[in-house]
């Protein structure tokens, strides 16, 4: 097992961060860390990395205690913060040098492995350039390559792509995946739960400072009733009964917003099929559909009552 | 060794602004203490008063005495016993000082009665000081022998007389230098230092402080396999060779200017001055470097803190000059005693215990400062370690 977290207790005063946090992370894994701003995915990793002293609880990584002076672990972890944490008064070469060199003092070596990570985050033609004068994707980047130069066993991202453009978001998820297929095992910290959804093997959904879901994203949906979210755009709706629809079968909840028709219903097989025969036999015209699956949102708001973005 | 090289490249990204203090306050200082033309020494030459001896006694052996005495230590003038001939003699001032021997004088003081001289002297001269000296110097050593040997011919009180005034004190000099030119003028040079040095240190220093004590950056270092003590010692590394490199370059223009000066006892004394004042500066400095959270804080404080200590210190202004409260305030900033130390130094002609006493004294206070302020921010380091 690469990190295994029991019983993890953290408190700020009164406020309880985490609160009997466990965490199992195997070998070779992407494991998601999702959960809505505050919810004490921060912390723990912050915990896991000795960053932060805990009240109660046990962290080993590679079957070791974890402690700030495990100085044998930290030599398999990489790790990219939440903040962007680069020199501004060094170059990007520089920095990628700096970071790798505190984990690699071979110089030969190092030089290598630098060059491998400025080719693997894209950061080929802005070597020399400041990190003022990059944009915020190619500042990420240079963040991500600083944390992954020395190629380490072990990758703790925290939220990296915050405030990122989508398209230097897709290229960091990819260049993430890569890492995970070159046999690196990750954990992966975000709020967005598209990028948890495309990238992690595992997701953990965390809400006040406790995990209350686990599982791969299948078996996340599968924890909850709602099968699929079918969208209609009503011709007519002032002809419709709304409760007629609630009354449907297997439909679990329907909302009309101007001529917007939303049915949220459990799994069940042609759903679809009976709830446009019954607009059709209302006479109801009906502009465009369509279904889509569950969402991690939806599993969180069934669990906490609550939407993972608020 | 990289945080001691990042060390570096965070320094070299501030050398403008570095830059700039350095060949400004050198340009100054060199300036300044170019300028500066202490006084030139002059020759000592004994000079002889002039006087006019009258006697009213009559010839007698102690008459002629006190005049060949007084013969040896001024020049005699004849003048005609004539008031109005006297007087002009003393108004022209061919004569400062006239001295008139009454009547009765040789056994009065042969009897040991008290003897009153008669002057007539220049108001307010020196001369009057000195030949008032050399008389009662005669005449007390005459009343010695007429008290203690009542029985003593005049013979005999001339020859013991004669003998005893030839009597001279050996002096010795206990000083065997000479006091170079270039003494005043390097103490000159190295006081301005102090404010140049100051300036850089806080500068540099705190420039890469506030670089490495970034929250983030710190978080992101701790997390590497690197010992934290190990750090600490490559930033250790990094100030002491930051200091010592600014010490070499401000100290290798007084080798330029001075020369072998600077291998003499006074120059070796006041790189060694500057040296240690060096290290209390940076420790100073990374205690400011400690406390600052921004560019333009720490730009004040190295503006504030240099020229303020400067000023009050008797780096612009010469110690002598300054109010006492100044001075006492003074005497809490190591610039004080770095500035005292320096003047000591370009001061002495030679060096014994004494003024070395004093010197190194002042230099162990430089450096006490720089420990404990050491000590303090090493406190304030802990303190905050506990605190996050």
Known sequence: MVINVKNLVKRYGNLIALDHFNLEVQEGEILGLLGPNGSGKTTAINCILSLLKYDKGTIEIYDQPMS???????????????????FNELTVYENIDYFCGLYVSDKQTRKKLVAEAIDFVGLNDFKKFYPKKLSGGLLRRLNIACGIAHKPKLIILDEPTVAVDPQSRNNILEGIMELNRQGATIIYTSHYMEEVEQICSRIAIMDKGKIIAMGTNEDLKKMIKSGEHINLELLNPEEMELSEIKSLPHVISAELTDHQLVVKSSRGKNNLIMILDHLKDQNIGIGKIYSEPPTLNDVFLEITGKELRD | MQVYKAFFKVIQKNRAQILIYLVVFMALALILSGAYNPPQDTDFTKVKVNIAFINDDGDSQLVAGLKTYLGENANLVAIPDETQKLQDALFFRQVEYILRVPAGFTEDMLNGKEVQLEKTTVPDSTSNIYMDLLINKYLNTVKTYTTYLPGLSQDDLSQNLEKDLAEQSKVTMISNGTHSIY?????????YLSYSLFAILILGVCSVMLVFNDTDLKRRNLCSPIRSANMNMQMVLGNLSFAILTWLVLISASFIMYGSFMFTATGLLLLLNSFVFTLAVLSISYLIGNLVKSRGAMSAIANVFALGTSFISGVFVPQELLGANVLTIASFTPTYWYVKANNEITAAVS????????????MVLVLAFGVAVLGVTLVL??????ES
């Open chain 1, 68 to 86: 700030p002076e495990a100085y044998a672990i930290k030599r398999n972890i990489g790790v990219v913060m939440q903040n962007v944490a680069v």
């Open chain 2, 351 to 362: 060096f014994n215990t004494g003024n070395l006493s004093s010197i190194f004294t002042s």
């Open chain 2, 381 to 386: 380091i802990k303190q905050r370690r506990v």
């Open chain 2, 183 to 191: 003494a005043e003028k390097s103490g000159y040079y190295f006081n």
